[in-house]
């Protein structure tokens, strides 16, 4: 069977991969401390399960349309708009099949073969691959820890050219937790609206934020760069219901109605009775997210302290997300070597860097339980001093 050409320049996720790899060797008995997957540990909200239980019973299990739910557009524009400084309306969102797909047909709709996507590394290991996908060319501009693992003014300027269509801006960061500050942020859409060029805001973690960060999305600081942004978002990282797999597009009317287009003949409607799960998720009490929000800020500082603590291991405390992403330079192994070995010698998973461009680099999760952390720590410590 000859397989389309396209398919060949796409990486499978290395994410999911070492996931599995680790949930396997647990299904075999072995002991392992995974800090690999980007799921929180919490179950999903009591309230959020009751309305899509209520849903359910109420027979909401028939098609609908794929655009999402009228009350679910309603709620998620009203949230931009207060929570956000967003003033969309529904006509101006779609709902998607998780935060993934909502880039995804973003991608679809809008790259054609010779486009330029500017995309800062490290990057979420999908921007790249649905970049390629669409047809698209991806600009990598490598940022450091230096600079907080953040692309600067100038360096948006230096990679923009005739063909750049799109910037992907991240922030809270996945892999990194890095979070743009108010100032950055501005900074950046006066570049982008000097270019006229298009950025997509994706702000999937921005609820999970430390220390007194702000969270600014771009759009809100005028109406030119307003008219420039697109924002993916959704419900998985802040109200824990990853499986649920309901994102949010949101942007021009002529956008959403192209991917609304697309998702009528891909995947046609969302899970209807899930739906109204997300909508009790946006309109109900918000303590849920900072009961997880507490538990993630303690993980984080032992989790931080320990890696620090390792002869050999660096890493920038994040500003929001649940990761880190310590330098493994000292060590004098590549990512991929490291965590392969980790998980071999020491039942460690951890996600190598060069996933998200960033081969001097690993990814650790921290949403998981103290005392996995607490003896993930120890081995990693131990493997390391093997290293050295």
């Known amino acids: 069977m000859k397989l389309a050409e396209r398919i060949s320049q796409v990486t499978p996720s290395i994410t999911l991969a070492i996931a599995a790899k680790a949930k396997a060797m647990k299904g075999e008995g072995i002991d392992v401390c995974s800090f690999s997957a980007g799921e929180p540990d919490f179950d999903t909200p009591a309230h959020i399960k ?3 239980a209520k849903a359910l019973a109420e ?9 999402g739910e009228p009350p679910l557009r309603e709620a998620i ?3 931009l708009k207060n929570d956000n400084g967003l003033n969309y309306k529904a006509e101006n969102v779609i709902v998607t099949n ?3 797909h909502s880039l995804f047909n973003l991608m679809l709709a809008l790259i054609e073969p010779g486009d330029e996507v500017i995309i800062p590394a490290p990057y979420w290991l999908s921007y ?3 970049v390629t996908l669409a047809g698209g060319t991806s600009v990598i501009v490598t940022t450091t820890a230096e600079s907080g693992y953040k692309i600067t003014p100038e360096q948006l300027k230096q990679a923009i050219t005739p063909k750049t269509k799109l910037f992907i801006l991240n922030s809270p960061s996945n892999p990194t937790g890095m979070v743009y500050s108010p100032e950055e942020i501005q900074a950046l859409a006066e570049i982008i609206v000097a270019a006229d060029i298009l950025v997509v805001s994706d702000e999937i973690y921005e609820k999970i934020l430390y220390d007194g960060a702000k969270h600014v999305s771009i759009g809100s600081l005028g109406e030119e760069i307003f008219q420039r942004t697109i924002i993916s978002n959704g419900f998985a990282k802040g109200y824990s219901m990853t499986g649920w797999r309901i994102g949010y597009l949101a942007g021009p009317v002529d956008l959403i109605k192209a991917t609304i287009t697309i998702q ?8 209807t009775f899930a739906q109204y799960g997300a909508i009790a998720a946006l309109e109900s009490s ?6 997880m929000l507490q538990a993630f800020t303690k993980r984080r500082q032992v989790m931080l302290e320990r890696l620090n603590a390792i002869p050999g291991l660096s890493c920038p405390k994040p500003d929001g997300a649940f990761y880190l992403f310590p330098d493994i330079r000292q060590t004098g192994l590549k990512s991929l070597d490291f965590s392969n070995a980790l998980l071999e010698e020491h039942q460690v998973a951890v996600i190598p860097g060069i996933a998200f461009g960033a081969d001097d680099n690993i990814r650790l999760s921290y949403a998981t339980d103290m005392a996995t952390i607490e003896k993930g720590m120890e081995r990693l410590e131990k493997f390391v001093k093997t290293r050295l």
């Open 264 to 271: 009528s003949h891909s995947t046609s409607n969302i899970c």
């Open 128 to 130: 790249p691959e649905m």
């Open 286 to 291: 918000q303590d849920c997210v900072q009961e």
């Open 77 to 79: 524009a009203r949230k």
């Open 98 to 100: 998780g935060g993934k």
């Open 59 to 67: 027979g909401k299990t028939k098609y609908g349309p794929a655009s």
């Open 50 to 52: 009751d309305a899509a």
